[in-house]
């Protein structure tokens, strides 16, 4: 695949066209994540490189281990809001410290969860959509024969 939505756009188009046209040459695929990495970011080097990085970094904030870490961490600024003794300290602790911390792990690991359902959903149906093509291509192949056949026996029903 390209980097260009264009491009994408239509060879999605005149794949969409040629299987409409003629639906037992289509061939299903699988696209996955990493058919469309260079969507983002680009196919050059700079773009390979900024993808690997952002995933690298998604794999290592997006784990509970970070969040635990990022918890301790914003434990730490805790008792400096609590001398403060202003509410308004407090509040802005929990939602600048604690919980934009905490929460930005605890949801890409969520997202991840997500995500990894979605990917075996899209497996499943994938593999079923291919048996389905293959019994389709199987019922054309059959109904061609007796087609054949019933032109043979045409003349002589005549």
Known sequence: MTADPATNTRAHSAALA????APQLHV?????????????HGAG????????????ITKIVGTMYCAYAFTLLAL???PAAIEQ????????????NFLQLVLLPIIIVGQN??????????????????????MSKQQIEILEGQNK???LLKPKVD
């Open 18 to 21: 040629t299987a409409k046209k």
């Open 85 to 96: 003794g202003s509410p308004t300290v407090i509040v802005n602790w929990l939602s600048s």
């Open 45 to 56: 080097v700079l773009g390979r490189f900024n993808a690997a990085v952002a995933v690298r």
């Open 76 to 78: 730490v600024a805790l």
């Open 28 to 40: 299903p695929r699988l696209v996955q994540s990493l058919h469309v990495l260079d969507q983002v």
């Open 113 to 134: 969860v997500i995500s990894a359902a979605q990917d075996a959903r899209a497996e499943a149906d994938h593999e079923t959509l291919t048996a389905l093509h293959q």
């Open 149 to 151: 056949i019933l032109d």
